[in-house]
Every structure is written in structure tokens, then in C-alpha cells.
């Protein structure tokens, strides 16, 4: 019962290298999310799916792509990385909206940006 | 958009002490969330109230709703050392898309000493 899984745990990344945090989940859900956990600012959305083949944006969706071509797999592109999304990535996936019921977060993802 | 605001910010007990928590939040909700965070983690979610209820349980978890003041108190009993953790209070939130998302503030860090 893997849940939610995130990989990679931890990534250094130079100032403008593109890259492709992964986040899988086993639980056939149809909403997944991304969101972005800073010091004194909580959680913040990146981007959101609420199906295959459906995404929009979040609150920060700049300097983010992301595609959903499975229910399982939504993965979460950064373009050009800056120094400024040096920040800890959680996935998140929930049976209905994640305002209307219980959220399933993967283990996050540590980026530093330098 | 930072919705929830939890008090205090950290909060320091021994073992077999009840620690509680506050959250404050601005808008009109739906329902409300807590969730925890153990250091290097994910979130957990721990319990959902909806608008309409004024007090639910969970094990050692008491948690209180009152919507006239736009605030919840997260209580936890007998407080043991694997409560150390942060806590989250997240409210929803409708996107113009009709999606409805979470809205988190920036926590309480509980430190329960043995």
C-alpha cells in the first residue's frame, strides 16, 4: 500500500538546468496536486489535475509545467531553474476536491537551487 | 493566499500534558482540516469538520469549530513524545475553475519532552 510516492527525495540543482520531479499514487484517485512548502508561507499550489489529461494552475504556477497522461502519474516540470524555487515539493492526490475531503501527501521532494 | 493562521507558533509540553492548538481564518468555509507533519515528512491527515459540526473526536484528537469567530482549536491529549510534530489547520477554497482546493497556514511546531 505505497500511497503517494515521490521521487527524487533530494536534488541540487544550477541556476537554469531543467528537471522532472515525479509523483505516483496507487489509489486511483483523480485529483492530484502540487504544492510548494516555505518557511512562514505554509503550503502554496502549484498546479492541479482533476483527471487524466486535465491540469490548470495553481497560486505559483510560474516556472512549472505539468502533464497528466495516467490517473497514477503526475509529474512536475521545472523549465529553467532559479534560485528562487529553491523550496521542499509535496504531491498530493484525494478522491474528491482537496478542499472537500482527506489529501494523501508523498514524502516531498528537497530542491536547492543554486 | 494565506487563509489559516495557527497560535502559537511552537508550543513546548511533557509527556501526559494536553497541548492545544489555535487556528484562525479569514473566509466563509466548507469544512476544515488538520494535519501534521513530522520534521522531514509529509503531511498526515489527522481530521476533517465540516461547517456544520461544532466538535469532533478522534482517539487522543479533539477538535472545535466555531464559525461565528472564523476559528478551530486542534486538542490533544496525554500528549506522548511521537506527537512531536508540526500542525496544520487548512481550510478549502473554490478556483474560479470550480476546483476546490486547500488552504494552509504556517503551523504550530509541538515539542513534547520525555
Known amino acids: 500500500n505505497a500511497g503517494v510516492t515521490q521521487t527524487p527525495k533530494f536534488q541540487v540543482l544550477k541556476t537554469g538546468q531543467s528537471m522532472t520531479l515525479q509523483c505516483a499514487q496507487d489509489?486511483?484517485?483523480?485529483?492530484m496536486s502540487w504544492y510548494r512548502q516555505d518557511p512562514g508561507m505554509g503550503l502554496r499550489l502549484i498546479h492541479y489535475s482533476v483527471g487524466a489529461g486535465i491540469t490548470d494552475q495553481g497560486e505559483v504556477p510560474n516556472g512549472y509545467n505539468v502533464s497528466r497522461s495516467t490517473t497514477e502519474d503526475f509529474p512536475l516540470r521545472l523549465l529553467s531553474a532559479a534560485p528562487s524555487q529553491t523550496s521542499v515539493y509535496f504531491c498530493?492526490?484525494?478522491?474528491?476536491?482537496?478542499?472537500?475531503?482527506?489529501?494523501?501527501f508523498g514524502q516531498g521532494t528537497r530542491l536547492t537551487v543554486v | 493566499s494565506q487563509q489559516g493562521e495557527e497560535d502559537p507558533q511552537a508550543l513546548s509540553i511533557q509527556e501526559g500534558e494536553n497541548a492545544t492548538m489555535n487556528c484562525s481564518y479569514k473566509t466563509s468555509i466548507n469544512n476544515l482540516q488538520w494535519y501534521r507533519q513530522n520534521s522531514g515528512r509529509g503531511l498526515v491527515h489527522l481530521i476533517l469538520i465540516r461547517s456544520n459540526e461544532r466538535e469532533k473526536h478522534s482517539g487522543r484528537l479533539r477538535v472545535t469549530l466555531d464559525t461565528s469567530k472564523k476559528s478551530s482549536s486542534l486538542l490533544i491529549t496525554a500528549s506522548r513524545a511521537a506527537d512531536t510534530a508540526s500542525y496544520f489547520c487548512a481550510t478549502d477554497a473554490v478556483l474560479n475553475t470550480g476546483f476546490q482546493k486547500l488552504v494552509f497556514g504556517t503551523g504550530t511546531r509541538l515539542l513534547v519532552s520525555p
Open positions: 489509489m486511483n484517485h483523480e485529483y
Open positions: 498530493a492526490s484525494s478522491l474528491l476536491g482537496q478542499g472537500e475531503g482527506r489529501a494523501f
